[in-house]
């Protein structure tokens, strides 16, 4: 079959560099032993099974312990990691990926393309039961929706190993950003014989296999994990840090007296101490944008939230604002859309709800209150559910305080620890929860796709014809004004419905410790690879 190179434009988004720890000459490193670096996730991971990963604490540590494809470079840039290189036909559609033939497995096994096969297929399987088994569909690959519902075999899926190190994908249509899809965890490879062998098990010390620049060597449940330097990954020689110490504290006034005792080198604090870090330890203090959006989700599935105009006048009557500048004030931004505005490609319409001032927010809210039965001698009553954190539970506190005196609404503040709380929304247990979604890639479809009736991410379950059709015409567009258009449709959607109330864009606000080099300021994807960090005398 005739092949053809990467296209121009193609090439001008994805990096071929190599990632590694890119130590300056002459730097003074502290020695072997010592090259330990200590970062808190903030809460003990739900799971750290790359196919079944569903939030940013498992997140920070298979980003650790495996490698897909891609990987990505200083500056949030694709970059080529376990593939050497690819081609893709003239239809768009076939991806042909040589893999690099000196990857091996942390017990020393080969990455073939067999291991591909088998992660990705895993991941779209039922009976795996992944929350990510809609990013499969959502990359386009032949057969995948079929699959996910059981319809079809994973055998079927469009991903075959022509040999063990020549890896296929075949897409159902020509997808614009399939290639930023391969840096995300789901698409790792998986070690069939070690899942095979010790089942849900195999992601414990001792059973584990992996195959990126660190393998698990301990993991005190509630307290912490230790990964340790693998030596059998292929670009073992440029990494520096030898272990790596996932604190998992939840407290983030804990978090930041841990810091200042040197126990940790990377850690969220408590807000109320922001001014004073920004006084006293600014070179400490990283506050830049990131790919993220904090938000309620509402359950739809349940009244008075099957309603919009519930949904919609409790969504007016936040005064994000007052959060942003007052509450929080380390640069986040006030959230009417959900897509964040620095999102690659997207040019972001002001929705109507932003448009208007805030009087006419709370007066619209009223009326549409009113219109739905609710008003002063009915008042509304609801609750709001979020994971334990000082600063989530201060937002709750507004926004109750809002709803209070803006609409006469009585609320009730809940909180569970992290698993708990995303087991609720998995089964559909609540009513209003708090909840942030970071970008799996940087297009503005890793934030609007998960509102699709189809995504398992879509907590609240609303449904929506056209929203639905909308996304899928954006998946298919390869123009990209086509592509932003019907993305603003989406948002306009979104706005209306208020399916979620989106409160604010989120910047990273974190602490590190200045002997801590490596890091990548330019990431939006707020995505921290161990073997690229390296401590200095």
Partial sequence: MQK???????????????????VPAGTALLPPEEQIFVRNIGTEPASIDPQ??????GNEVVNDLFEGLFTLDANGKPTLAGALSYEVDPSGTVYTFKLRPEARWSNGDPVTAADYVYGWQRAADPNTASQYAWFIALMGLNHANAVIQGKRPPSDLGITARDPHTL?????????????????????????ATIEKFGSEWVKPGNIVSNGAYRLKEWTPNERLIAERNPHYWNNTKTVVNKVIYLEVVSDTAAYNRYRSGEVHYTPYPLDQYRKIKQTMAQELINLPILASYYYVFNTQRKPFDDSRV?????????????????????????????????DGFELTPPQSQLMSKEKRIEQAKALLAEAGYGPGKPLQVDILYNTNESHKVI????????????????????????????????????????????????ASTFLDIMSSSSSANSGKWVNA???????????????????HLYQQAETLIDKEAPIAPIYFAVKSRLLKPFVKGFPLHNPQDIVYSRDIYLIK
Avoid at 9 to 17: G, P
Avoid at 397 to 419: D, P, Q
């Fill in 52 to 57: 079944r990963v569903e939030e940013s604490a």
């Fill in 466 to 484: 056209e929203y639905d059709a909308l996304l899928a015409k954006a998946h298919d567009a390869m123009d990209p004004a086509e592509r932003n």
């Fill in 311 to 343: 949904r919609r006048a409790l969504s007016l009557a936040i005064d994000r604002e007052v959060i942003t500048d007052k509450i929080l004030g380390q640069g986040q931004i006030p959230a009417y859309s959900f897509t964040p505005p620095i999102v």
């Fill in 168 to 192: 296929q994908v075949t897409l159902a249509a020509p997808v614009p950003f399939f290639l930023k899809t391969l840096t995300h965890y789901t698409t790792f490879p998986a070690h069939k």
């Fill in 396 to 443: 709750a506190l507004a926004i109750a305080s809002m709803w209070k005196r803006n609409l006469g609404v009585s609320t009730e503040i809940n909180n569970m620890e992290w698993k708990s709380m995303v087991s609720a929304l998995n089964e559909g247990n609540f009513n209003i929860s708090r909840y942030s979604w970071s970008g799996d890639y940087n297009d």
């Fill in 4 to 22: 053809t190179r990467i296209t121009a434009i193609c090439a001008a988004l994805f990096t071929y560099s190599v990632c590694a720890a890119e």
